[in-house]
């Protein structure tokens, strides 16, 4: 554990103000234990809600998990839909104890698709989180190249005729969310899998065989540790 930042309350080192975590791996998790795959989801919840707590303790400015991507939809029904139920029952349980939260919740990802009770429930939990030191953004109906097609009608809408990158950055989910420094994907794959495309340009990568559910605010440590150890030149030399 980062005893010292925990300690003395001071934020992480300089140079890490976000990780973004690809929570992978519940479902395998549940397989090797002869579990329905969506009692892999539910322990995931609980590890999301763990690491989430440790990286607003240790300092963190931002962390995002992914939690369900526009292509997840492929899945069977009854996954779709006990990961739907998973997300709303987490609202509600965070609305009820928003006072011992030290998370300011953004979902970020196409939410329109959504009906309105779960919209207004979303917008509701926002509001109330809004002031915490630790932006916690949850991708959910989230796919990096949605969120640019859609950055990129919104500039159209407003009747852009030239756009900046800092004009495309302002139209992201992730407006006022500073890039991720770090992405750590558990379960072993090495890939995006379609997560904060646009964001991820100078992200660090670390990857683990470790499956989500499994993850302990040890692992965070330890990919915290790799990415100090890595060198970051931006381009430069
Ligand atoms: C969780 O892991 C990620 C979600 C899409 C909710 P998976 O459900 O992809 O688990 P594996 O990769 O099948 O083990
Ligand atoms: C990525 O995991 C999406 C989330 C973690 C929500 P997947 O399990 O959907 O990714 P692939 O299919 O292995 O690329
Ligand atoms: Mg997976």
Redesign the pocket.
């Known amino acids: 554990m980062i005893e010292n930042n925990v300690k003395n309350g001071m934020r992480v080192e300089k140079g890490l103000r976000h990780i973004a975590f ?10 090797k234990r002869g579990m329905p ?1 969506t009692l ?2 539910k322990e ?1 919840v609980k590890t999301f809600e763990s690491i989430a707590n440790y990286c607003a303790e240790i300092g963190l400015e931002a962390v995002t998990v ?4 526009t292509e ?1 939809w492929k ?1 069977p029904k009854d ?1 779709v839909n006990a ?1 739907m139920g998973l997300v709303e029952q987490y609202l509600d349980d965070f609305s009820k104890k928003v006072n011992e939260m030290s998370v300011e919740l953004h979902m970020i990802g196409d939410m329109t698709v959504f009906p309105l009770s779960l919209q207004e429930k979303i917008a509701k939990v926002e509001k109330l989180s809004l002031g915490k030191p630790c932006k916690l953004c949850v991708a959910f109906n989230y796919g990096g190249r949605d969120e640019i097609v859609h950055a990129c009608n919104a500039l159209i809408a407003q009747g852009k005729q030239h756009v900046t990158a800092e004009d495309l950055c302002a139209a992201l989910y992730t407006a006022d969310i500073p890039d991720p420094d770090l992405i750590v994907r558990t ?1 072993g ?1 090495m890939r995006l899998s379609n997560f904060l495309l646009w964001q991820a340009a100078y992200s660090e990568f670390y990857a683990t065989d470790k ?2 559910p499994d993850m302990k605010p040890e692992d965070v440590d330890a990919a915290i540790e790799a990415f100090y150890k890595r060198s970051r030149r931006f381009g430069g030399i």
């Open positions: 690809i929570m992978d791996g519940n479902g395998r998790w549940a397989k795959r892999g989801h995931g992914y939690a369900f991507s997840n899945r996954e990961l379960g794959e499956l989500w």
